[in-house]
């Protein structure tokens, strides 16, 4: 049973399975009792007050769901207008990038279509979202519409709950199905060729580190130094960086969590590997006595800055990175393939692919 910290209605850190989860409770807008779960990717051990830090500032952040009453009472509103309410009630309930990614689909694509037609949310046709669909599929691809059909199925089932519309209409609809995705990957002497290319690069950490443990973009640049113990010879994934785009802004999220339970690991670190980020270590060092009040001393701890303290971010290596391959002649792959590559590269020499997943 995971041990749980009460204070002012809510739950402070509590402990699952070696992890420290941020556990909130409140009343919704209905007067029913919520409890909400938030990994926060800290193991258990030696970090009570991180877990207790975090708790605090989500706290401060937190803001209990709310039905705004224009919602609950209007029966004539729009379904454009309701889709841009239901952004403003689940954005307290959903991750920073999770929201950019709902704003981003709702605000550009499907309130603007259906603003053009007037169609009140009462009024709103199974046969209205296919019409959308089939004209999304004539620009975007199978899974693009999915997204939208998702977002749009979410308001809707909402709208159902608080008695705004009898049915979901979202249900009725034909999803469109998911096209088949299948990545690139790098041989052994690609991967090679590529760690050669991207020595002295800012590529050259995120590069080899997703090539050797198959690690997302996210999980390089979220790397710091406290998830590297030298002495054992251990790495740790616990701390992801993302990017996000809210209101038109650019957003740097840094998360002490990954993607998923899974993907909170503890990794060897092997020679070759270790000896660079001793040498990286150093070098930062030097930087950071050099520069003086100049460096950048926001991101300290980060594996993965440039010379003057500047963290890498998520949209630079995606740029960035097909640049490297074009420039230097290698076949072109998404940094993402690099850990198709490391997976490919481990069933190869015969490790049992349970073990790669894990």
């Given at each position: 049973m995971p041990r749980r910290i009460f204070s002012h209605g809510s739950r402070a850190s509590a402990r699952k399975n070696d992890f420290y989860y941020i556990v909130l409770s409140y009343k919704d807008a209905?007067?029913?009792?919520?409890?909400?779960?938030?990994?926060?990717?800290l193991s258990v051990k030696r970090n009570k007050k991180k877990a207790e830090a975090l708790l605090l500032e989500r706290r401060r952040n937190f803001m209990v769901p709310t039905v705004p009453a224009e919602i609950r009472l209007d029966d004539d509103i729009?379904?454009?207008?309701?889709?841009?309410?239901?952004l403003e009630v689940t954005k307290s309930t959903i991750q920073i990038t999770t929201y950019a990614s709902y704003q981003?689909?709702?605000?550009?694509?499907i309130v603007p279509y259906f603003r053009k037609r007037n169609i009140k949310l009462v009024d709103l046709?199974?046969?209205?979202?296919?019409?959308?669909?089939n004209k999304q599929l004539g620009r975007v691809k199978a899974n693009?519409?999915?997204?939208?059909?998702?977002?749009?199925?979410?308001?809707?089932?909402?709208?159902?709950?608080?008695?705004?519309?009898?049915?979901?209409?979202?249900?009725k609809v034909e999803r469109p199905k998911k096209n088949e995705f299948k990545g690139s990957y790098y041989s052994a002497d690609e991967i090679h060729a590529l760690t050669e290319i991207a020595e002295g690069t800012k590529l050259e950490i995120p590069v080899l580190l997703a090539s050797f443990y198959g690690l997302r973009r996210s999980e390089v640049l979220g790397l710091k130094w406290d998830a590297i113990d030298f002495e054992a010879n251990t790495l740790e994934v616990k701390h992801i960086v993302t990017q996000a785009s809210i209101d038109g802004k650019k957003v740097l999220v840094q998360?002490?969590?990954?993607?998923?339970?899974?993907?909170?690991?503890?990794?060897?670190?092997?020679?070759?590997?270790?000896d660079r980020l001793l040498m990286l270590k150093g070098q930062q060092d030097t930087y950071r006595r050099l520069c003086g009040k100049s460096y950048n001393r926001e991101y300290l701890g980060y594996l993965c800055v440039d010379e003057i303290g500047n963290i890498i971010r998520p949209n630079y290596v995606s740029e960035q990175f097909?640049?490297?391959?074009?420039?230097n002649g290698l076949r072109p792959i998404r940094f993402h393939?690099?850990?198709?590559?490391?997976?490919s590269l481990l069933l190869a020499n015969g490790v049992p692919m349970k073990q790669i997943q894990e």
């Amino acid at each position: 049973m995971p041990r749980r910290i009460f204070s002012h209605g809510s739950r402070a850190s509590a402990r699952k399975n070696d992890f420290y989860y941020i556990v909130l409770s409140y009343k919704d807008a209905d007067g029913k009792r919520k409890t909400k779960w938030e990994a926060t990717g800290l193991s258990v051990k030696r970090n009570k007050k991180k877990a207790e830090a975090l708790l605090l500032e989500r706290r401060r952040n937190f803001m209990v769901p709310t039905v705004p009453a224009e919602i609950r009472l209007d029966d004539d509103i729009l379904f454009s207008d309701f889709m841009l309410k239901w952004l403003e009630v689940t954005k307290s309930t959903i991750q920073i990038t999770t929201y950019a990614s709902y704003q981003g689909t709702v605000e550009r694509i499907i309130v603007p279509y259906f603003r053009k037609r007037n169609i009140k949310l009462v009024d709103l046709k199974a046969t209205d979202l296919q019409d959308f669909y089939n004209k999304q599929l004539g620009r975007v691809k199978a899974n693009s519409v999915i997204h939208y059909h998702a977002n749009i199925h979410k308001a809707l089932k909402y709208a159902v709950k608080i008695d705004l519309i009898p049915t979901n209409p979202a249900d009725k609809v034909e999803r469109p199905k998911k096209n088949e995705f299948k990545g690139s990957y790098y041989s052994a002497d690609e991967i090679h060729a590529l760690t050669e290319i991207a020595e002295g690069t800012k590529l050259e950490i995120p590069v080899l580190l997703a090539s050797f443990y198959g690690l997302r973009r996210s999980e390089v640049l979220g790397l710091k130094w406290d998830a590297i113990d030298f002495e054992a010879n251990t790495l740790e994934v616990k701390h992801i960086v993302t990017q996000a785009s809210i209101d038109g802004k650019k957003v740097l999220v840094q998360a002490d969590r990954a993607k998923t339970k899974s993907s909170l690991r503890t990794l060897p670190l092997v020679p070759p590997i270790r000896d660079r980020l001793l040498m990286l270590k150093g070098q930062q060092d030097t930087y950071r006595r050099l520069c003086g009040k100049s460096y950048n001393r926001e991101y300290l701890g980060y594996l993965c800055v440039d010379e003057i303290g500047n963290i890498i971010r998520p949209n630079y290596v995606s740029e960035q990175f097909p640049k490297l391959l074009e420039k230097n002649g290698l076949r072109p792959i998404r940094f993402h393939d690099l850990r198709h590559s490391c997976a490919s590269l481990l069933l190869a020499n015969g490790v049992p692919m349970k073990q790669i997943q894990e």
